[in-house]
C-alpha cells in the first residue's frame, strides 16, 4: 500500500526559501551551480522541491560542517 502524497510534500520554491531563509535568487544560484536539493520540474515548468529531499539535503550539509 503507498503512502498518499500530500501537497505540502512538495514545496514551491517560495516555500522553500522561506523556510531557509533564503532569497529566490540564491536558490536559483544554487540551481546554476548544482548544489540545490533536488528539484522536481512540472509539465508546465514550475519546480517543486519534496521535503523529503529537502531534509536528506540539509543532513548531507551538516555531516560536511
Known sequence: MTTPIRPQDRLTIPELCAELRISKSTFYEWRTKGIAPPCIKLPNGQIRVRR??????LDSLEEAA
Not at 52 to 57: M, Q
Open 52 to 57: 523529503h529531499e529537502l531534509e536528506r539535503w
